[in-house]
């Protein structure tokens, strides 16, 4: 069996198109399969920072606002951040935290809605900092919340529903949402929708322009190896740009910010949702990672993340132990992310330590889920195979 799947395991290796991509990330022997936390180090980043700060920094000064491109940084990251997640330029601005984000796009997505409107829903099973930044901007606008599973979201909207913010791939069980199937169905009940798309973004093809997403958030130092603390980013579909009112109107989101006008002009465009001073190291940092994508092919990446987990999943079921730990991600493509997650009843927390020791490394979400994310552009499948291999050893131990 297991030389088998080891044969197997190289020979897709063989045929696997991104397998150059490897190289281009600062890896050891360790199998990295916590890309869904903290991506790995693309290698050409190091040499950039040393730039950013020496010279242009260290050297131009306050000239590097102008003359590096700092102040526009912003936009221009996030139009190749929404490059990778189906958005023309002009409508994705790159700065603050996820949390930040999700706050800007409710609160705007709330006051953008018609009369008697005053309900927000939650994806039940949310990242939690969504759930309580949601609930935050529901006292704010005098809307109530309500948790909804991100299924039943079509049928729960109704004609109080304001908006609702869902995570599009979920960060427990991995499970992927139908994102153009509940875009249209809050549509067709007069409701807009934030998406959440920390664990898609560089995992698959999301196609926000395609299907008319309204708003959307997401962190950049997971699939898209950004760094720790990476600037995430936001996107507002263009038609909604005018009317956007950001509840976080700093300085930087306004027409004329040099003006200092005391008065409050927002900005057009996607710059309409920046706030105060960008974080020019991370943001130059995460320009430079974004280079690992020229010539990537999401529909690629997609295709072989989701070989990587049917092969992971085949492989746990060889080397797993009956009973130890059984597979809470969703089996048909259409419904699975970029991981697969066990749950894993009895010792998870030291079974994953004990992974780590033995150079897998994953992650243990409490109180029982094992989490295993698959990077494509430097995760393959004979990875796969000894991270299972391994794991079947920890659980039988
Ligand atoms: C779905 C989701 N939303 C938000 C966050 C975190 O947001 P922030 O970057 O603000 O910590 C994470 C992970 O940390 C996440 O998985
Ligand atoms: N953002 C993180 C951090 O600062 C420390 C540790 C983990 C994280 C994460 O991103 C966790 C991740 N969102 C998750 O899905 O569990």
Redesign the pocket.
Known sequence: MSERLAAEAAALDAADGLRAKRAEFVLDDTVYLDG??LGALPASVAGRLADVVGREWGRLRIRSWEESGWWAAPERVGDRVGALVGAAPGQVVAG???????FKAVVGAARLAGEGRDEILVDAA?????GYIAASAARMTGCRIRAVDAGDLPGEAGPRTAVALV?????RTGRLHDLPATTAALHAAGARVVW????SAGALPVGLDAHGVDFA???T??YLNGGP?AP?YLYVRRDLQARFDSPLPGWNSHADPFGMDPAYTPAEGAARGRVGTPEILSLLALDAALDVWDGVSLDAVRAKSLALTDFFLRCAEAYVPGGRARSVTPVPHAERGSQVSLSCPSGAGEAMAELARRGVVGDFRRPDVLRFGFTPLYTGFADAHRAARVLGEVLAG
């Open positions: 869904n936390s603050d935290s996820t949390s930040v984000n999700v949310t990242f939690p900092t969504d995570n599009h791939v979920d960060y959440d798309l920390c664990h958030v997401g962190c130092y997971k603390g995430a």
